[in-house]
T-cell receptor, first 115, second 113 residues
Framework: DTAVSQTPKYLVTQMGNDKSIKCEQN?????MYWYKQDSKKFLKIMFS???????INETVPNRFSPKSPDKAHLNLHINSLELGDSAVYFC??????????????FGPGTRLTVL | GQQLNQSPQSMFIQEGEDVSMNCTSS?????WLWYKQDPGEGPVLLIA?????ELTSNGRLTAQFGITRKDSFLNISASIPSDVGIYFC?????????????FGTGTRLTIIP
């Protein structure tokens, strides 16, 4: 199936730990994103990579570090996890130019719970 | 950061009713998108709009790109149980596919049995 996939689906961890979330897309898109969805369901962009190059870096603590080994993968590493990092993290991908099939397609999300 | 305001915040309707929701912005966007999110899933793209005044349909869903480029509307006709979920609008300043999307606050649709 063509899709955006994320692992893991659920992640429960202790405060202070370091964790990674992985994302892969097989849509052939050039651009990938990470979003954070808070408890009120508000979706906010965190990062965007185009062909392995960082193009969007919103105001995010530097404990969050994205890594793109190739254009089909964008991983998110989080250091020294804090309670406020608990949220659902979504990966998405898109392509130029804008048309329905090139717009942002989202993965299923990773629910991160920091205890 | 900027949010798009969606209205209403939530809707409780009976099956078969038509639904209307809107999204407004204080600044201009040149692309408007509508997504639906089911519980435990990621948002799924429903409709994309690229020109002011454009009216686009996807089955029972119809969306319009407002003439002022500061708003967009989504209508669902003859609602069915699988329409339940959260609907998000999203705006982008350009027509380019890889620029930042700004998401709305969401409209939660519930169908009363």
């Amino acid at each position: 199936d063509t899709a955006v996939s994320q692992t893991p689906k659920y992640l429960v961890t202790q405060m202070g730990n370091d964790k990674s979330i992985k994302c892969e897309q097989n849509l052939g898109h050039d651009t990938m994103y990470w979003y954070k969805q808070d408890s009120k369901k508000f979706l906010k962009i965190m990062f965007s990579y185009n062909n392995k190059e960082l193009i969007i870096n919103e105001t995010v603590p530097n404990r969050f570090s994205p890594k793109s080994p190739d254009k089909a993968h964008l991983n998110l590493h989080i250091n020294s996890l804090e309670l406020g990092d608990s949220a659902v993290y979504f990966c998405a991908s898109s392509q130029l130019p804008g048309s329905l099939s090139n717009e942002q397609f989202f993965g299923p999300g990773t629910r991160l719970t920091v205890l | 950061g900027q949010q798009l305001n969606q209205s209403p915040q939530s809707m409780f309707i009976q099956e078969g009713e038509d639904v209307s929701m809107n999204c407004t912005s204080s600044s201009i966007f040149n692309t408007w998108l509508w997504y639906k999110q089911d519980p435990g899933e990621g948002p799924v793209l429903l409709i994309a709009l690229y020109k002011a005044g454009e009216l686009t349909s996807n089955g029972r869903l119809t969306a319009q790109f407002g003439i002022t480029r500061k708003d967009s509307f989504l209508n669902i006709s003859a609602s069915i149980p699988s329409d339940v979920g959260i609907y998000f609008c999203a705006g982008r300043r350009s027509n380019f596919g890889n620029e930042k999307l700004t998401f709305g606050t969401g409209t939660r649709l519930t169908i009363i049995p």
